[in-house]
C-alpha cells in the first residue's frame, strides 16, 4: 500500500563508498507512505511500531564489491526516498548511523472536553483578576479625586485667610475659648480626614467620606501642613492677629498646593492605570473569544471528521447497522440497512424496527417496498460515543435461512404433489380445533371423502394423468371451502375435512354438497377429459364423538355407508341419521 523501502547496503554507502560495518547486531526497519502522515506517530528507533521489522544484521547479506579505501569515514550523510516518510536504519551498541529517512510527521491537535472548560475557566479567572484590578485602581482614583478636590478648596481657604490678615484684629477673636472661627473648625476637620480618614464636609455642604493618603511623599507632605497649621493655631491662640502666626499661614497655602499637586499626580496615575487594565481586559476578552472560537472550530471538524470516518466505517460494514435513539427510534443507518431494508436513510430516520417489520419467533419478519420478503435477525449492542454509550443494533438478512426453513416446515405438513394439509399436520390442527369447540361450546364438523372409480383412471391414463386430477381436485376443494376450514389429503384418493363452529347438521350437509359439487364438471389432463365422482361421510362434535379417533371412525363409516348405497356419483351421509343423496 505504498509501505515500501528500500534497503541499502550496510557495506557501502549511497556514493559507492565502502563503509565500515563492525560488529553489529540489529537494524530497524520502520517505513510508510506520504498518505499515512498523520494517522501513526512517528516511531522512535527500536519502537514497536506496527510497520517496524527487527531481524538480525547478519541476516542481512552485502554483496562483495572492491575496497576503494584502506579506512573509509562513515556514511554520516542522510539519504531519502521520494515517497517514504520515516524510514530509519539504526545500527546499535555505539555504531554509527548509515543512513536515515527523516520526515517529522504531522500530529493532530486534538482537546478534551475537559481541557477546553480548563482553558475557558483560566480565561475567565485572568479577566476576573483584571476587572478586579481594575474596579480597585477605579476606587483608587474616585478617593484620590476626593482628597484633591478637599485640598483645593483648603488652599482656597487658607489663601483668603492670608490674605485678609491685615484687617483681622484682636476684636476678631473674644476672650471665650468655646467660640471658635469656622474656617479653623474646618481645616482641622479636613486635615484630621487625611491623615485618619472620616467624614468631612464640603465647602458645598456635602458630606465626603475621605481615606487617609497612601504614598510616603503625600503623607509627609501632609505632615508638614498639620505642623504649620498646629503652629499657627498656637500662635493665634496666644496673640491673635499677629504677623508670626500669619506667616505660619502663608508657609500653609503653598504646602497645601503641593499636596494637592501629588494627589492629582496620583488621580491621573490610577486613572492611566485604570484605562490601562481597561484595555488588557478587552484584549483578554479578544483572545478568550478567537481562543475559544478556534478550538470551537477545531472541535467541531474534529467531530465533522469522527462523523464522516464513523458513517464510512459503517458504511462499509456488510452487516446492517442501525444507531437507536432513546425511545428505540432509528437516528442513523448504513448502507447495508438501507438496502437490507429496501428503504433510504431518510425514511427510516425516527421509525421504529417494530414499525417497518413484524417480531415473529425472534426474528424480524416482513415485505420490502418492492414486495420481496424479508426476514432478519436483531443483534442488540452498544458503542463508545463523544457524549457517551450510543445503542446499536446489527441486522442480519437471515431471509434465504428463514425461506428455506418456512418451505422444510412446509413440505413436513403438506402433500407435496396437491399442496394440501397432510395427516401429520390434521393431527395436530384437529386437536387444537376440537379443545377449542369444547372450551367455547361449538360444534365442529369432520368429513371423510373418497374419489370413486380413481383407480381406473390410474390404470388407463397413467400415474401423470391421475396425478394432474388429483392437483384439480385439490384446487376445487380448496376454493369451496370457506376460510375457517382446512381439507388435508391422507391418502392416495381420501381427503378429511374439519370444518369448525358449523352451527348444525344441516349448515354441515349444506357444506358436504358444496364440496361434491366440484365433481359436476370434468376434469382436463393430458388432452383427456374424465369424469370422475366422490362418496363424502360427515359426522358431528360432539354428537357422534368427542375425540379425534371416534369422530374419524364415524366420518369413515358414513362415506363407506354412501358407497355401498351405489357408488352415485354424489354421496352424502351421516352416521347419526339416513343418508342424502343427491
Known amino acids: 500500500g505504498g509501505r515500501t523501502a528500500q534497503l541499502e547496503d550496510f557495506g557501502h554507502g549511497k556514493d559507492g563508498r565502502e563503509v565500515e560495518t563492525g560488529p553489529a547486531r540489529a537494524v530497524t526497519l520502520q517505513a510508510g507512505h506520504d498518505k499515512d502522515r498523520g494517522l501513526y506517530p512517528s516511531p522512535t528507533p527500536n519502537s514497536d511500531h506496527p510497520f517496524a521489522c527487527h531481524f538480525p544484521l547478519s541476516s542481512v547479506q552485502a554483496p562483495e564489491r572492491p575496497r576503494a579505501e584502506e579506512n573509509p569515514r562513515p556514511c554520516r550523510q542522510p539519504f531519502s526516498h521520494p515517497k517514504s516518510t520515516t524510514t530509519r536504519y539504526d545500527i546499535i551498541h555505539g555504531h554509527p548511523v ?4 527523516s520526515m517529522a510527521s ?23 483578576t483584571i476587572l478586579s484590578l481594575a474596579y480597585r485602581r477605579h476606587t483608587d482614583q ?3 479625586a476626593e482628597q484633591v478636590a478637599l485640598v483645593r478648596e483648603s488652599t482656597t481657604v487658607v489663601w483668603q485667610m492670608a490674605a485678609n490678615a491685615d484687617i483681622v484684629t484682636a476684636a476678631h477673636f473674644p476672650d471665650s475659648p468655646d467660640i471658635a472661627d469656622p474656617r479653623h473648625t474646618w481645616l482641622n476637620s479636613v486635615l484630621q480626614g487625611l491623615r485618619v480618614g472620616g467624614q468631612v464636609h464640603t465647602l458645598n455642604n456635602t458630606i465626603t ?9 503625600a503623607r509627609q507632605t501632609l505632615t508638614d501642613a498639620i505642623v504649620h497649621w498646629g ?17 505660619e499661614l502663608r508657609t500653609l497655602g503653598p504646602t497645601l498646593a503641593s499636596l494637592g499637586t501629588q494627589l492629582a499626580e496620583q488621580r491621573d496615575e490610577a486613572g492611566r492605570t485604570v484605562m490601562t487594565l481597561i484595555a488588557i481586559a478587552i484584549g483578554t476578552c479578544v483572545a478568550a473569544f478567537v481562543t475559544a472560537g478556534t478550538l470551537l472550530m477545531n472541535q467541531m471538524r474534529r467531530f465533522e471528521r469522527s462523523g464522516r470516518m464513523m458513517r464510512s466505517m459503517m458504511n462499509q460494514i ?8 432513546s425511545t428505540n427510534k432509528i437516528a442513523d443507518a448504513n448502507r447495508a440497512a438501507c438496502r437490507m431494508l429496501g428503504r433510504p436513510r431518510r425514511d427510516l430516520r425516527g421509525r421504529r424496527l417494530d414499525e417497518i417489520l ?14 420481496m420478503p424479508l426476514a432478519i435477525e436483531r443483534i442488540p449492542g452498544t458503542i463508545e460515543g463523544e457524549k457517551g454509550p450510543l445503542r446499536i443494533v446489527t441486522l442480519l438478512d437471515v431471509t434465504a435461512r428463514h425461506l428455506t426453513a418456512e418451505c422444510l416446515q412446509h413440505l413436513a405438513n403438506h402433500d407435496a404433489l396437491t399442496g394440501l394439509p397432510n395427516r401429520g399436520f390434521l393431527e395436530g390442527h384437529f386437536k387444537r380445533e376440537l379443545a377449542r369447540c369444547k372450551q367455547e361450546g361449538l360444534i365442529l364438523g369432520v368429513a371423510a371423502l373418497d374419489l370413486d372409480g380413481f383407480k381406473p383412471v390410474n390404470d388407463t391414463y397413467g400415474h401423470a394423468v391421475g396425478d394432474e386430477i388429483l392437483v384439480q381436485i385439490a384446487q376445487r376443494l380448496s376454493a369451496a371451502l370457506r376460510i375457517s376450514d382446512l381439507m388435508a389429503r391422507t391418502g392416495g384418493d381420501e381427503f378429511v375435512g374439519i370444518f369448525p363452529d358449523v352451527g348444525n347438521r344441516d349448515s354441515l350437509t349444506f357444506l358436504g354438497e358444496r364440496l361434491l359439487g366440484i365433481f359436476n364438471q370434468p376434469f382436463e389432463a393430458n388432452g383427456h377429459t374424465i369424469t370422475l365422482g366422490g362418496s ?7 354428537d357422534d364423538g368427542t375425540d379425534q379417533d371416534s369422530l374419524l371412525r364415524a366420518a369413515d363409516a358414513a362415506m363407506y355407508r354412501a358407497k355401498r348405497n351405489g357408488k352415485r356419483r354424489r354421496h352424502l351421509s351421516a352416521i347419526t341419521g339416513p343418508g342424502h343423496v343427491a
Open 142 to 144: 474616585r478617593q484620590l
Open 536 to 542: 363424502i361421510g360427515l359426522a358431528i362434535a360432539p
Open 358 to 371: 413484524e417480531y415473529n419467533d425472534g426474528v424480524l419478519t416482513g415485505l420490502r417496498p418492492d414486495g
Open 98 to 101: 548509515c543512513g536515515s529517512w
Open 106 to 128: 504531522r500530529r493532530t491537535f486534538t482537546l478534551s472536553s475537559r481541557g477546553f472548560w480548563a482553558i475557558t475557566l483560566a480565561f475567565l479567572a485572568i479577566e476576573a
Open 318 to 325: 456488510g452487516a446492517g447497522v442501525c444507531i437507536l435513539g
Open 209 to 217: 467620606q475621605l481615606v487617609p493618603v497612601g504614598t510616603d511623599d
Open 231 to 247: 503652629s499657627f493655631l498656637q500662635l493665634d491662640a496666644h496673640a491673635p492677629g499677629s504677623g508670626a502666626a500669619y506667616n
